[in-house]
């Protein structure tokens, strides 16, 4: 690098043709790939920004290179290697020439010849563009200019540079205003470092060798050419520059002098004084005044503020018989001045004014303080130690110890120029006084200095110094006593032309001079406001209200407001100033009887500031109304006097003022913004502080002197009334923002600038205020009885610009996003507007519309967003309690306009289309969105829209190995980055489009997921979000996503990256310690802070603390008295304690928030992973050890003793969701041949314990979970009922998630369906005693006696749930128990219910639940809660009472009489119509079907006859009939049903069926024909038959059908044990039974499996309906054997000629 720079100059060294060649041969190139970002420019306009921003890229390099040398006045923190580097390389460009280049390119760089240059070429576009173009010339001068300022800074030049740096300096020139620019103002300052020695005197170790490289100390022959450089008579083009100079080496010899170390320079340091005195004739300090402290940058450079006031410092200091003969010499000057005025002639012209520049100099350099550095404290030494050592000056450490010798000399020329000061000085003086009293301790310091100036006795006032507290208020006194004499009455105070009585221009001007230090002093310090108010003798604010009655002019009115608005900062003050202003009447609210005219200022406005042209007094009343606002507003001003409230302020401010302040002329064109910016801020401030209230809404009256009057609303609610409706408030506003982007749209400076944008930033504010209270402030209106109209201001915001004629106010408002890099502030309130109409999904396509119309306009406002989005200088607020620097705040504004911009996106983007995500993200608006085609910035003319930014954020680092940066430094921007992704990916229409987009041209997936997990905890849910859209739009075409998530390198231990990802989350949670407060009531606070939360865009509740803030202030604002003031600073400090406490506890709130949605976004994951891999993807051995391995570090974690509990109900569900996959991975996935096991050994005992072998020639299959082991499972088992037992007694919706899990895996020991070969029943009974103990009975066993382990805890927990809590919860447990109590051999767990009363509770709640179950009967039933809670109830009850032990426990817990209570009876007879409809119905689907068989299940235990014979013997004769007639007609219902399920009927229903349609693997028609035989296994225990001619039928038929059945049965059970033998079409035609669609895409194992899960289901239905048709050949034969038994044994035929066995006809067809 260093031979490259040193052998040929760098690009920007090369001027004119070589300008132009690059822009016309190698520009292009660079223009036509960057033009994407430079939407409206050519190629070759670009490549003019491009070229210009490589030469700032270069200057900055340099400077940066140079500032991280090792010196003497600044460091950088770097280490010694890098800054030994740095030091080495400048080195040799400086030695190459480095000065002489840097001078000669500022010389030559000059922005009208470029322009020049450009524009005979076409190189310069739009207003923009040229104005881009002159900030990259203006900032490569700057920059070049800081690289030699920063040299000199930490290492002086050496003669020939510093002899060409004052070369170079002999030419400047000032500006037009009279300053210099912001180069030539580098190069001065670095030529000043270069003659400071003050350096010297700081001691440090470095000292002597500092010394060596100080070519001033060791270097004669520099000394000797300076000297005599500066000594030379040829004056420079600027004098005041030329003397300046001259000063600054003057003092540099008179420094060297003082050096013991250096003895050779004598003969030049002897002509300081000499040197010194050339610089004041030549007017140094008001050169210095004038060109260098009212530079505009002078205030923004620290070690400028630090060198200048070194200069003048050293000045005083060193040279102490200077500054007395500059006295001298003014005291002279004054008495001629006053003898020619005793004379009458005119004051000679000639005389000096040095000492008076010097003071004004010392008053300008110390009255700004963007720094804090408060080095005006060593101008104030205090002649005693205070209390309080943070008010001592710069001597700190030591209370008491003695100020260095220089802070006594600086503090001894304060005093000594107040004793005795002439006339001329005063006001001189004054203004010194002023910047000296600016900072906090200064302030103080000025304070007691002017309280200790004045006398000790009121009497002997005239004995007193004229600069003190004493001689100004009593003087001020005097004049109010004097002015209020001429006053003749009320009617003249404010005249056209009031008169100056006794009062002279000087003395104004005195007055305004000490009415600033007054100001200054008490804006600074409190201490010092309160003792000023409250001086018995001064009073100075009941005097400036006096004098403000007087006739006295606008200016000194403005002064005096000035001073009333400083003392208003202080709550206690500005109580009594409210009042006060009432009463004088500054502003007239109460009109006196008989007054002919209006008095106050309304008419100093209207008369007097109008005529003028110049409005000062307007201002400073506004001025004065905002900070009273801001301190303490009083709740019934004005009462007593008139209708108390601030109306009458808030109409003159609205209607005097602003409406009007347009049509006004200006005499200084910049103060009419100064008047917008001042009333705009109080409408603001009313505006914030305003919440509506319901009493706001109802009219109020007041008692005034007889009669009722309406009493004033609050000025928010007026304001609110206007803003919602189309007044002139609103439509100057909105005219505001329009003439404002206008304004910024030329690009070029005008007066009053800075004014015009915080005038619009008011603007927007209002707005923006409006938007969020309108919801509320209208929902109280419609409840009130107030008759006013408004409409939603996002209403308003659609009308009729009448400038334009157009609907234009939202498009002028977004066009400010266009200058969010040169109005950050703008921009951020424009799009925070934008973000808050854009929730309203109304307007959404009104907006598109608005922002499509113009081609031109809709380019420029995508580019306004794109920039916004792009760009860098963007930083996060960790805490936004803490004071930031004005740079950083800039960052900040830049972060939040992002935030806002994002926050649009997603809320657009779940409207409906068109919306506005859609037109900024780059989607088709005029086509269907679908078919967008999504392409980089610049490819086929694709625009750079919103989409390509938030990417290029998001990819910036991803290159690295850190990953994301914007994850690190900005987590919320990344979080809502991801955020807008996962949307379009989630949605249907835009999913398409964006996924092939992501994955083709940018390879976002991969690229983020290669750096997952984040550091940042709790903030890579959106990622994983995005991710599981990704996996849902089929993860089968990209596994590289699967791959990285689940790979495990079991060599390396390398853990999966979805277990990283949970490693990531913190499950504790820091709680903020409690409050300890010593003047507020913690459980008053809490309240306070319960009710400053709100809800965000999250939902997430959160403490406003800007709210909790002013609530809290306004309170100590409302205390009053001594002791209040006193301890006002104590109480500020326990704000600021509350404030972070509130702070902390957001924090947690959000950092909680956060950690259940990322856990949540993982549980999305892995179950997406889990459900939509393809098998192939994830074998069945991996998965189940993927599982296992996640729910065993869930529950690690959530088992910690310090997880917090707040994420437990997300965990529950990822375990409940992991179970469910185990459980469904073991079960059904891996199932192996049925021909490899022998002929009565089951292959699931085989799978469990893992003893199946595959034969020979077959495919090895994992078998079940013997991938992870009975121990694993076990483990899993103690983990949830640990987990379970970790609730407690609350948290019973985690528990239903646990008790899901659970009974999910218990279903893993409960033997699966097997294939009923119908050979079970050959084994003896000695065989099926002895044999073996399955898998399944040994893990249930097991199950069983881990539950025993964790005793009655368990018990009660799941018991306590099974009887009490949510319904959901309620149903779960009782399922989970009836499952236990089924596996429980040994009763301990029905003997714990039963001793614990939980059976009978549940027993005695039937009764309980009667009436409920009865209400659902309602041909409106309400939820169906009661219901399912009841057949879970019952379930477990039947299961209880299956077991000889759980049925006596039922039987004395006396569940009989408790059902009997039920009447199933009662029900089937009083539901007549019901059942009648039922048996009746001629529909033939399978839910009616098995609707049928339930409902003559019931009937048939029913309606038995001996029930029938009891109910009859305990009713009367009438009853009995009609329950016998009830009875008779569902008997022949039934009946009825035999002849529609037997013979042509059921055949007829059967061919009507589509066996192509399947219900849980099997098909329609084997359902509804098992459907049709059920319901005959209930009839046949009726009783008078009447026909037995039916019963022959069913026997025949079912004796037919049991073959048949048969037959298929046992080709079924062949086909399984010979599946891979089965032809390709029946096994497709198998697996389509389960699976309908894809069948051909999985592999042939699959298919083979699905086709042996297809035939099992075969197997066992034809079992079934073997099973209903020997029982109904049972039934048949029993009927027809009990008929014959009655006809053979007990029947006397009446006829015996016709017997049954003399019959031939009968014995044939029998």
């Known amino acids: 690098m260093s031979c490259s720079i040193n052998t040929r100059p760098p690009l920007w060294a090369y001027r004119g043709t070589r300008t132009l060649f690059f822009v016309v041969s190698r520009g292009p190139f660079s223009g036509e790939h960057q033009q994407p970002h430079f939407p409206g420019l050519t190629r070759g306009l670009v490549a003019v920004l491009l070229y210009w921003d490589g030469k700032r890229c270069i200057a900055n390099s340099l400077r940066t290179l140079i500032q991280s040398r090792k010196g003497k006045t600044f460091t950088l923190d770097l280490s010694p290697e890098v800054e030994s580097m740095t030091t080495k390389f400048t080195d040799d460009l400086m030695d190459s020439g480095l000065t002489q280049k840097i001078l000669t390119l500022v010389s030559q760089i000059d922005v009208n010849n470029e322009f020049d240059k450009l524009q005979k070429e076409r190189g310069l576009g739009n207003e923009k563009h040229r104005k881009e173009v002159s900030d990259l010339i203006k900032e490569s001068r700057q920059s070049l200019a800081e690289s030699l300022f920063s040299w000199a800074c930490q290492t002086p030049l050496n003669k020939d540079d510093t002899l060409l740096l004052i070369g170079y300096l002999e030419k400047i020139s000032v500006e037009a205003d009279g300053t210099l620019d912001s180069v030539n103002l580098y190069l001065l300052m670095a030529l000043l470092y270069c003659f400071d020695v003050g350096f010297l005197e700081q001691g440090t170790e470095d000292r002597d060798e500092l010394m060596q490289q100080t070519p001033l100390l060791t270097e004669r022959q520099y000394v000797a050419a300076i000297h005599q450089r500066l000594q030379d008579s040829q004056p420079w083009k600027l004098s005041g520059l030329q003397a300046t100079v001259r000063l600054a080496w003057a003092l540099a010899l008179r420094g060297v002098s003082q050096l013991t170390e250096v003895t050779a320079l004598a003969e030049f340091t002897e002509a300081d004084e000499i040197l010194a005195e050339m610089a004041i004739g030549g007017n140094t300090f008001l050169f210095l005044t004038d060109a260098v402290v009212g530079a505009d940058i002078f205030s923004q450079e620290e070690f400028f503020i630090r060198r200048i006031h070194t200069l003048v410092t050293d000045f005083l200091t060193r040279m102490p018989m200077k500054v007395k003969q500059l006295r001298n010499r003014a005291e002279e000057d004054a008495r001629l001045i006053h003898m020619s005025l005793q004379m009458g002639n005119e004051p000679p012209t000639s005389l000096r004014r040095d000492l008076e520049h010097v003071l004004l100099l010392i008053g300008e350099l110390y009255r700004k303080d963007p720094f804090h550095l408060e080095l005006a404290l060593e101008f104030w030494c205090p002649t005693e130690p205070l209390h309080n050592t943070n008010l001592m000056g710069s001597y700190l450490g030591v209370a008491h110890q003695r100020p260095p010798q220089r802070q006594v000399l600086l503090s001894k020329f304060v005093r000594q120029m107040s004793d005795l000061l002439p006339p001329t000085m005063y006001i001189p003086y004054l203004k010194m006084l002023q910047g000296l009293a600016s900072g906090p301790q200064c302030a103080h310091y000025c304070f007691s200095f002017l309280k200790a100036n004045g006398s000790s006795h009121a009497e002997n006032l005239q004995a007193g110094s004229p600069v003190s507290w004493d001689h100004f208020f009593h003087s001020l006194m005097l004049y109010h006593e004097h002015l209020r004499r001429d006053i003749p009455s009320t009617d003249l105070i404010h005249q056209r032309h009031p008169p100056l009585r006794g009062i002279t221009q000087r003395e104004m001007d005195g007055l305004v001079a000490f009415l600033q230090v007054t100001t200054t002093v008490i804006e600074w310090s409190e201490s010092a406001r309160l003792a000023l108010c409250e001086h018995a003798q001064w009073t100075p604010v009941i005097v400036m209200l006096g004098l403000l009655q007087c006739s006295i002019p606008p200016v000194l009115k403005a002064e005096l407001l000035k001073t009333l608005t400083a003392f208003g900062k202080s709550p206690e003050i500005a109580a009594s100033l409210w009042q006060s202003l009432e009463h004088t009447q500054i502003l007239q609210t109460v009109r006196p009887t008989g007054q002919r005219q209006a008095a106050g200022i ?546 947690m709130f959000q950092c909680l928030h956060a950690k259940r949605h990322v856990l949540d976004s993982w549980r999305q994951l892995v179950e997406v992973i889990l459900t939509a891999c393809p098998q192939d993807l994830i074998p069945a051995e991996q998965r189940q050890l993927i599982i296992r391995d996640l729910l065993q570090d869930l529950h690690d974690k959530i088992l910690d003793d310090e997880a917090t509990k707040d994420l437990m109900a997300v965990v529950a569900g990822a375990v409940f969701t992991l179970t469910v996959h185990l459980s469904h991975c073991i079960r059904t996935e891996q199932k192996q041949p049925m021909s490899a096991l022998g002929a009565n050994t089951s292959q699931y005992v085989l799978l469990l314990d893992g003893s199946f072998t595959a034969p020979p020639g077959t495919d090895t299959l994992s078998a079940g979970f013997a991938s992870i082991g009975d121990s694993s499972l076990h483990m899993i088992l103690r983990k949830l009922l640990e987990f379970i037992l970790k609730t407690g007694g609350g948290l019973q919706r ?143 009850l039947t299961r209880v009472a299956k077991s000889q032990p759980g049925a006596l426990e039922l039987l004395r817990a006396g569940v009989l009489l408790r059902l009997a209570q039920c009447q199933i009876l009662q029900f089937l007879i009083a539901h007549s119509d019901t059942i009648h409809a039922i048996l009746r119905t001629k529909e033939g689907s399978l839910g009616s079907l098995q609707e049928l068989a339930l409902l003559t299940g019931i009937i048939s235990k029913a309606a038995l006859p001996e029930v029938i014979s009891d109910l009859a013997s305990a009713l009367n004769e009438g009853p009995m009939i009609e329950l016998h007639g009830h009875v008779g007609r569902l008997q022949r219902l039934c009946l009825s049903l035999l002849n529609r399920f037997g013979g042509s009927d059921k055949l007829r229903q059967l061919t009507l069926q589509d066996d192509g349609s399947h219900v849980d693997g099997v098909s329609k028609k084997d359902d509804m024909e098992l459907a049709m035989q059920q319901p005959q296994t209930s009839l046949f225990p009726s009783w008078r038959l009447p026909s037995l001619g039916i019963v022959l039928s069913l026997l025949k038929q079912c004796s037919s059908d049991f073959f048949t059945y048969y037959d298929i049965h046992r080709q079924s059970v062949s086909k399984l044990q010979n599946v891979e033998q089965l032809p390709p079409d029946e096994i497709k035609e198998l697996c389509q039974s389960e699976t309908p669609v894809g069948v051909d895409k999985i592999s042939t194992t699959q298919k083979y499996l699905l086709a042996r899960r297809r035939l099992v289901k075969l197997i066992n239905s034809r079992a079934k309906l073997l099973s209903i048709c020997c029982y109904i050949i049972e039934t048949c034969l029993f009927i027809l054997w009990r008929h014959l038994e009655y006809y053979l044994l007990q029947c006397t035929p009446s006829d015996s000629q016709d017997t049954l066995f003399s019959s031939r006809r009968f014995q044939g067809k029998f």
């Not at 009007?660 to 917008?676: D, L």
């Not at 506005?916 to 005029?926: D, M, N, S, T, V």
């Not at 739009?1033 to 277990?1059: C, P």
């Not at 027993?1403 to 809670?1429: F, R, T």
């Open 602 to 1147: 309304e008419v100093e406005l209207n008369e007097i500031e109008s005529r003028a042209e110049e409005y000062p007094l307007t201002r400073a009343f506004c001025t004065l109304i905002g900070t009273l606002v801001e301190s303490y507003f009083p709740a019934n001003l004005g009462a007593g006097l008139r209708v108390p409230g601030f109306e009458p302020y808030l109409q003159f401010l609205r209607d005097t003022v602003f409406l009007r302040f347009r049509t006004r002329a200006y005499r200084r064109p910049a103060e009419k913004w100064e008047v917008a910016e001042a009333v705009l801020d109080v409408f603001y401030k009313l505006l914030r502080d305003y919440e509506p209230q319901p009493e706001d809404f109802v009219e109020q009256y007041v008692e005034m002197q007889g009669e009722e009057k309406a009493a004033y609303k609050p000025p928010g609610f007026s304001l609110m009334h206007h803003l919602l409706n189309e007044s002139p408030m609103l439509e100057l506003c909105l005219s505001l923002l329009e003439e404002g982007v206008i304004q910024l749209d030329t690009y070029a400076p005008f007066p009053g600038k800075k004014h015009l944008e915080k005038a619009v930033s008011c603007c927007f504010m209002l707005l923006n205020l409006t938007l969020q209270k309108e919801n509320l402030f209208m929902d109280l209106l419609r409840e009130s009885h107030l008759s006013l109209i408004v409409t939603p201001l996002e209403q308003l915001l659609q009308g009729i610009n009448p400038r334009s004629k157009k609907a234009d106010h939202v498009v002028n408002i977004a066009r400010y996003l266009y200058h969010g890099t040169s109005n950050p502030e703008l921009a951020f309130e424009s799009a925070k507007i934008l973000c808050s109409i854009s929730s309203n999904a109304n307007i959404q396509a009104k907006i598109v519309g608005d922002f499509t119309q113009d081609s031109k306009v809709s380019q420029k406002l995508m580019a306004g967003f794109v920039e916004c989005l792009d760009s860098e200088d963007s930083e996060e607020v960790a805490n936004p309690l803490e004071e930031i620097e004005e740079e950083t705040k800039r960052s900040t504004v830049h972060h939040e306009t992002k935030i806002h911009i994002l926050n649009l996106l997603i809320t657009s983007l779940e409207m409906k289309q068109p919306n506005l995500a859609l037109y900024l993200l780059g989607f088709e608006l005029k086509k269907p969105v679908s078919t967008t085609n999504l392409q980089d910035s610049g490819v086929l003319g694709f625009p750079r829209t919103c989409l390509h930014s938030i990417l290029d954020i998001l990819k910036k680092g991803t290159d690295g190995r850190t990953g994301p940066v914007a994850v690190v430094e900005s987590p919320h921007l990344a979080e809502l980055c991801y955020q807008v992704i996962y949307q379009l990916c989630a949605c249907a229409d835009t999913s398409g489009p964006t996924m092939r987009y992501l994955r083709t041209s940018q390879d976002f997936l991969v690229t983020q997921l290669h750096h997952l997990p984040f550091s940042v905890k709790g903030k890579s849910k959106a990622i994983q979000k995005v991710l599981y859209a990704d996996a849902e739009s089929g993860m089968e075409d990209d596994n590289r996503n699967v791959n990285a998530f689940l790979h495990f390198d079991t060599s390396s231990k390398v853990r999966r990256k979805i277990l990283s990802i949970l490693d990531s989350i913190n499950f504790t949670q820091e709680i903020p310690e409690p409050l300890q407060l010593d003047f507020f009531d913690r459980i008053s606070i809490e309240q306070v802070i319960t009710n400053c939360e709100h809800k965000d865009r999250n939902s997430q509740t959160v403490c406003n603390v800007k709210l909790l803030r002013r609530v809290l202030v306004a309170e100590i604002n409302s205390l009053q008295g001594l002791a209040a003031i006193g301890q006002r600073p104590l109480l500020l400090e326990e704000i600021n304690t509350i404030l972070q406490y509130a702070v902390e506890r957001n924090n």
């Open 1294 to 1436: 985690v528990r239903t998630h646990l008790y899901g899990a659970l009974l999910y895996y218990l279903q893993i020991a409960q033997r699966p369906d097997e294939p009923d070969t119908l050979e079970a029943a050959n084994k003896t009974m000695w065989e099926r005693l002895t044999a073996p103990e399955d898998v399944f009975s040994k893990l249930q066993r097991d199950n069983l006696a881990i539950f025993e382990t964790y005793g009655a805890a368990l018990m009660e927990v799941i018991c306590r749930d099974s009887c009490d809590g949510r319904e959901i919860g309620r149903m779960l447990a009782l399922a989970l128990l009836d499952r236990i109590v089924c596996v429980d051999k040994q009763q301990r767990w029905l003997l714990y219910l039963c001793n614990s009363g939980y059976l009978q509770a549940l027993v005695d709640s039937l009764v309980q639940e009667d009436v409920i179950l009865q209400n659902l009967l309602n041909p409106q039933p309400p939820l169906l809660k009661a219901l399912l809670i009841y057949e879970s109830k019952m379930a477990f």
